[in-house]
T-cell receptor
Framework: GDSVTQMEGPVTLSEEAFLTINCTYTATGYPSLFWYVQYPGEGLQLLLKATKADDKGSNKGFEATYRKETTSFHLEKGSVQVSDSVVYFCALPDSWGKLQFGAGTQVVVTP | DAGVIQSPRHEVTEMGQEVTLRCKPISGHDYLFWYRQTMMRGLELLIYFNNNVPIDDSGMPEDRFSAKMPNASFSTLKIQPSEPRDSAVYFC??????????????FGPGTRLTVL
């Protein structure tokens, strides 16, 4: 069945460093792909999405490119801030509208 | 729009008691999802509804858990009797995949349940 695999955390890095969180997927067809974030004590919020192959989703300095040749949707940010210290989830929907989430990656950015 | 509304935000109860969690989805959304999140198991889908009808309840852990959606604007998740291992954060989410084909899910703030 459809699934996503993302790198385990925590990922610890210094402020202004480059962030990459790997996400690969297995799917029938070419579904949309999502990155969600979860702030402490809150529900998940959509960070960005891409709806078809080669699309690039972007928001708040984060980017991810939908690459069907490598079945990947890696999340990147060129210069992280302490406020980016949250948990990130990769996800894809199945044909029934149900989202398959990755296990989540906690990012810790130190000043 | 007020977003997905959940109540209560926090619930502390004793083992054996009945617990009812409530959710109001975003108006116009035709899908509603219940999730449970714990440190050990991460985010788990419990059940989801389409147009108020349960579609897949395979994630419901056992018969002590039940969910209903009597109308398009309200859903409940009930645990009876509750056990300490049910302690978790329960999220409700909604989407309009079936109509607008926007398959993004919108999450509520969650209910933190503690069973003593």
């Amino acid at each position: 069945g459809d699934s996503v695999t993302q790198m385990e955390g925590p990922v610890t890095l210094s402020e202004e460093a480059f962030l990459t969180i790997n996400c690969t997927y297995t799917a029938t067809g070419y579904p949309s792909l999502f990155w969600y974030v979860q702030y402490p004590g809150e529900g998940l919020q959509l960070l960005l999405k891409a709806t078809k192959a080669d699309d690039k989703g972007s928001n708040k300095g984060f980017e991810a490119t939908y690459r069907k040749e490598t079945t990947s949707f890696h999340l990147e940010k060129g210069s992280v801030q302490v406020s980016d210290s949250v948990v990130y989830f990769c996800a894809l929907p199945d044909s029934w509208g149900k989202l398959q989430f990755g296990a989540g990656t906690q990012v810790v950015v130190t000043p | 729009d007020a977003g997905v509304i959940q109540s209560p935000r926090h619930e502390v109860t004793e083992m054996g008691q009945e617990v009812t969690l409530r959710c109001k989805p975003i108006s116009g959304h035709d899908y509603l999802f219940w999730y449970r999140q714990t440190m050990m198991r991460g985010l788990e889908l419990l059940i989801y509804f389409n147009n108020n009808v349960p579609i897949d309840d395979s994630g419901m852990p056992e018969d002590r858990f039940s969910a209903k959606m009597p109308n398009a604007s309200f859903s409940t998740l009930k645990i009876q009797p509750s056990e300490p291992r049910d302690s978790a954060v329960y999220f409700c989410a909604s989407s309009s995949y079936g109509t607008a084909k926007t398959d993004e899910q919108f999450f509520g703030p969650g209910t933190r349940l503690t069973v003593l």
